[in-house]
């Protein structure tokens, strides 16, 4: 909690790197797999993806955090999907991004409530179970790489976040 706070308070300096995405979706997985227990997960990772410049680290995070969401939207059991790809001219014309989407089969967020998710302090779990500070964080971390974040959702269908990231220019 305490650097979620931290996190959300300042901007903290990226350590910029050209990363694989797909290694760091990899890591990302096994840092949570005892969290799978009853998801079937489904990696559609293409390889040889351009590299993107990222902070490792904070992409992890990223990435831990709506793994963990998808998680708990799916308490009994569901499928949660993580695909990678390469999108045309995201941001500029003639310019590449590489796109993450991870998607679950759970509960889904009303639309009132997908207005209000990057709120800081908004949750809708119990008390004692979520800050309300994690898509916060989410989002000012893509932001920081000057990618951009999407979320789509349907009750009772699941969730899809879908994260576009820059290629850095040759």
């Known amino acids: ?20 995405i797909g290694s760091i979706l990899e890591g990302s997985l096994d840092l949570v797999k005892k969290e799978l227990k009853n998801i079937q997960v489904v990696k559609e990772i293409r390889e040889g993806l351009p590299k993107v410049l990222v902070d490792k680290n904070k992409l992890t995070q990223v990435f831990i955090n709506l793994f963990v969401n998808a998680v708990h939207a799916m308490p009994e059991s569901g499928k949660l999907t993580i695909r990678s790809f390469l999108k045309d001219a ?28 990057f709120n800081p302090f908004f949750t809708t779990k119990g008390q004692g179970k ?3 500070l994690g898509l916060s964080v989410t989002r000012n971390i893509i932001s920081m790489h000057k990618g951009l974040i999407e979320v789509k959702s349907q009750v009772n269908k699941g969730t899809r976040v879908i994260i576009t990231l820059r290629i850095p220019n040759e």
């Not at 305490?2 to 350590?15: G, M």
């Not at 009303?110 to 207005?115: D, G, H, P, Y």
């Open 130 to 132: 979520g800050t309300g």
């Open 1 to 20: 909690i305490v650097i979620q706070l931290l996190d959300f308070s300042r901007a903290t300096k990226l350590e910029l790197h050209p990363e694989n």
């Open 90 to 117: 995201s941001f500029e014309p003639g310019e590449n991004a590489v796109v993450v989407e991870i998607e679950d089969t759970g509960a889904g967020i009303s639309e009132e409530n997908l207005k209000k998710i």
